[in-house]
């Protein structure tokens, strides 16, 4: 299921080469990405990706979306936001979606990495679940009252029982486990963090199964080549000058690893 067609860049870049994210995205301004079931953006630091995904996030309100308040330029963060546009996609009757599933959400790479300095620091417990719960769009007010239930004790159990049943990759496995369900939108910000070459193709082998099978629609920025490898995917390549789709094999980050393999090939023989 596509939920998310399209999305169109602002087309106006400020002179002044400071403003946040005009140029950030000088070189494509005013592009439309089409969106896949699983749509990847790729491209080497700086390219923008993630401050991509958060500009979508943001545009469509979905939780975990960040203010774009970066050198303290919100007034031009919103302008580029408000001067941005987007198309939902079409249900089996093909009639166009007037929003988003309910439980469609953005997880940064912090996300990930903040789940497990929760479960391994016994410290940070507590704040870890609240803000959990605020990622996923719960108000100061509720989380406070969320504290004080029985489901808020028994998750507490549960984390401190796995401080030493999991590594960090076998955390982040867990995390995706509990929170990639069927039927949403997910914009994912390098999931492969913490994560071994084993277990990013067998993330990336799950999200494919649930795009083809359980209607599931994914947006990742990434540069792991395993990832990349193993995604059933369209591929934006934000390097390239004008932005155009490429096979995943064709990309710098990939042939980089190639290269360096191949280099010391011997070793392997």
């Known amino acids: 299921m596509i939920y998310l067609r399209s999305f169109k860049l602002s087309d106006y870049t400020d002179r002044n080469p400071n403003i946040y994210p005009d140029h950030v995205f000088r070189y494509i301004s005013g592009e439309v990405l089409v969106f896949d079931r699983i749509t990847v953006l790729y491209g080497s630091n700086g390219s923008g990706k993630s401050t991509l995904l958060n500009i979508i996030a943001g545009k469509l309100g979905i939780p975990g979306a960040e203010r774009m308040t970066s050198y303290g330029h919100s007034t031009y963060a919103q302008r580029f936001l408000d001067r941005s546009s987007y198309q939902l996609g079409h249900d089996e009757r093909e009639r166009e979606f007037r929003q988003l599933p309910e439980g469609s959400r953005y997880m940064k790479s912090e996300d990930i990495l903040y789940e497990i300095k929760k479960i391994q620091q016994a410290s940070v417990l507590r704040e870890g679940i609240l803000?959990?719960?605020r990622s996923k769009g719960m108000s100061e007010e509720q989380a406070a009252e969320y504290e004080d239930t029985y489901a808020f004790?028994?998750?507490?159990e549960n984390i401190q029982f796995a401080q030493e049943k999991y590594s960090n990759g076998e955390t982040s496995m867990q995390f995706f486990d509990d929170y990639l369900l069927p039927g949403q939108l997910y914009l994912l910000d390098e999931p492969e963090t913490s994560l071994s070459p084993?277990?990013?193709?067998?993330?990336?082998e799950q999200i494919n199964e649930l795009a083809r099978y359980?209607?599931?629609?994914?947006i990742i920025a990434t540069h792991s080549p395993f990832?990349?490898?193993?995604l059933h995917a369209k591929i934006y390549n934000l390097d390239a000058r004008p932005l155009q789709t490429a096979e995943w094999y064709e990309l710098d980050n990939v042939r980089f690893f190639y290269r360096f393999f191949n280099k010391h090939q011997h070793r392997f023989e």
Do not use: S
């Open 131 to 133: 803000f959990e719960q």
């Open 153 to 156: 004790k028994k998750k507490l």
């Open 198 to 204: 084993a277990n990013q193709i067998k993330l990336a």
């Open 214 to 218: 359980l209607d599931t629609q994914f």
């Open 227 to 230: 990832m990349l490898g193993t």
